[in-house]
C-alpha cells in the first residue's frame, strides 16, 4: 500500500519561502507522476503543479513563477518550494500520486504565512 | 482555463436517498478525464471515479459515474451515513487541472 507523508515548517513568514517535502513508502517513486495540491481554510482544492520522476514538471500558470517542485529518487521523495509568500498561501498542503487522476494523498500538512 | 462549477452548493438528504450530483465543464472535457473526489472533515480527499464512470479500489458499487463533454454527474444509489461529506469533480483533460468548488452533502 502506498502512503505519503508531508514534512516541513507549519509557519512561514511573509514573503518567505514555504518549502514541503513528500515522502513516498511503500512503492518507488520511479513511473510515476507526483502532484501538490492545497487547500485554503474553508475553500476548494487548487492544483500547484506535478512532477515526473525523470523530473519534468507542469505548473499551475497562477503560481508557475513562485514554484518549484523536485525529486529525489534515491529518497524516495518530492518537494514543492513556494517563494514570496503571503496570507493568501495560507492552506492545508497535500501530496498526492498522480495518475491523472489523484490516488493516493497524504494526509496533508497545514501552512500559515504570518509574521 | 477549465471552469467546473458544481451544483448543488449543498445537498440535504437523508440515509437511503438517492443523491445525484453535477458537474458542469466550461468548455468539452474528455470523459476519459473527469474524476470525482469524497472527502470528510480533517481528511484528504479520496479518490471515487475516474474516467467519468470508472470506480477507484474499494469503492462501493453505490457510487457511479457518468457523463460527457460538458455534464457530468456522480450518483450515490443509496445513501450510507458514512456517506455524508464534501464532493469534488475534477478535470485532468488540460492544463491547469481544475476542481470543481464543490458539493456539500449533510444530513436532512
Known amino acids: 500500500q502506498v502512503q505519503l507523508q508531508e514534512s516541513g515548517p507549519g509557519l512561514v513568514k511573509p514573503s518567505e519561502t514555504l518549502s514541503l517535502t513528500c515522502t513516498v513508502s511503500?512503492?518507488?517513486?520511479?513511473?510515476?507522476?507526483w502532484s501538490w495540491i492545497r487547500q485554503p481554510p474553508g475553500k476548494g482544492l487548487e492544483w500547484i503543479g506535478y512532477?515526473?520522476?525523470?523530473?519534468?514538471?507542469n505548473y499551475n500558470p497562477s503560481l508557475k513563477s513562485r514554484v518549484t517542485i523536485s525529486v529525489d529518487t534515491s529518497k524516495n521523495q518530492f518537494s514543492l518550494k513556494l517563494n514570496s509568500v503571503t496570507a493568501a498561501d495560507t492552506a492545508v498542503y497535500y501530496c498526492?500520486?498522480?495518475?491523472?487522476?489523484?490516488?493516493?494523498w497524504g494526509q496533508g500538512t497545514l501552512v500559515t504565512v504570518s509574521s | 482555463e477549465i471552469v467546473l462549477t458544481q451544483s448543488p452548493g449543498t445537498l440535504s438528504l437523508s440515509p437511503g436517498e438517492r443523491a445525484t450530483l453535477s458537474c458542469r465543464a466550461s468548455?468539452?472535457?474528455?470523459?476519459?478525464?473527469l474524476a470525482w473526489y469524497q472527502q470528510k472533515p480533517g481528511q484528504a480527499p479520496r479518490l471515487l471515479i475516474y474516467?467519468?464512470?470508472s470506480r477507484a479500489t474499494g469503492i462501493p458499487d453505490r457510487f457511479s459515474g457518468s457523463g460527457s463533454g460538458t455534464d457530468f454527474t456522480l450518483t450515490i444509489s443509496r445513501l450510507e451515513p458514512e456517506d455524508f461529506a464534501v464532493y469534488y469533480c475534477?478535470?485532468?483533460?488540460?492544463?491547469?487541472?481544475?476542481f470543481g468548488q464543490g458539493t456539500k452533502l449533510e444530513i436532512k
Open positions: 498526492a500520486r498522480d495518475r491523472f487522476q489523484n490516488d493516493y
Open positions: 511503500g512503492g518507488s517513486i520511479s513511473s510515476y507522476y
Open positions: 512532477i515526473y520522476y525523470t523530473g519534468s514538471t
Open positions: 468548455q468539452s472535457v474528455s470523459s476519459t478525464y
Open positions: 474516467g467519468a464512470s
Open positions: 475534477q478535470q485532468y483533460d488540460s492544463s491547469p487541472r481544475t
